[in-house]
């Protein structure tokens, strides 16, 4: 006890590993379960309004588009949609739509450059760091390899992000790509998501139960279908 007050007096904050933090109170301050909850609750969500959002689309163009003949390919979907609107609404709406675009676009952008690093900073201080090496460091040194990790995934995906705009001046089929290697790599996700959530969380109380399992297991066998498929009707059938 008394070489854990040394320490966390000279460096102002908890020694990692130990349970009671610099300021005395035991326990720690951060409950798993409260985090996992609320990480539950915003996929759930995300997951809803998504599917809301999907049944309108699918709606509008199976009642509005079709019975006009409108059948739009590719960036045609957007130009129809804002002719839709525009002519149902007013032409008032349309930099309306054009604001709605930019920030859905902005968002996932800055969701996929801040969470791949992040995502992968984490991934390879863990498996380069152990316990002892973090504690032994006062987190100072984890700290400093995440951040360099970060800003170095960061501009290496800038740099590749700039090349591939070069070398591949149609979004459209660099969009294709991007769609058909996500396809592709989506069964391999699920399951090393389904392995680490049921095997590598360290409280067993935070783990899936016997029914999410199985649930999980489902949606990898089916996803894994889906990508069968999916290149059958890309290859095979050619």
Known sequence: RQAWAERAGA?????????TPADGRAGSSVDPRRVFALGRLD??????????????????????LRPAGLVPQGAGVAIA????????????????????AFFGMFSTAYGVMDGFPRAFSETVTLLR?????????????PVARRSRLYW????????????????????????????????VIAPVLYGLNHYCAVHLIPEPRLR????LRLWSI???????????????????AN
Not at 47 to 56: I, Q, T
Not at 81 to 97: D, F, I, N
């Open 11 to 19: 460096t102002g904050r908890a020694v990692p590993g130990d349970a």
């Open 43 to 64: 996929m759930q969500l995300g997951y809803g309004l998504s599917l809301v959002l999907a049944v309108f689309f699918v709606a509008l163009g199976a009642e509005v």
């Open 81 to 100: 949609l804002a002719r839709l609107y525009t002519e149902t609404l007013g032409a008032w709406v349309l930099p309306l739509l054009l604001l709605a």
């Open 129 to 141: 760091t152990g316990a002892d090496a973090e504690e032994d460091a006062g987190e100072i040194k």
């Open 152 to 183: 170095g995934f960061l501009g290496v995906t800038l740099v590749l992000a700039l090349l591939e705009t070069v070398l591949i001046p149609d979004p459209v089929f660099l969009v294709t790509i991007a769609a058909v290697a996500s396809f």
């Open 208 to 211: 899936p139960g016997r029914g």
């Open 218 to 236: 489902v949606g990898i066998v089916c996803m894994a279908a889906a990508t069968a498929f999916f290149l059958y009707v890309r290859t095979g």
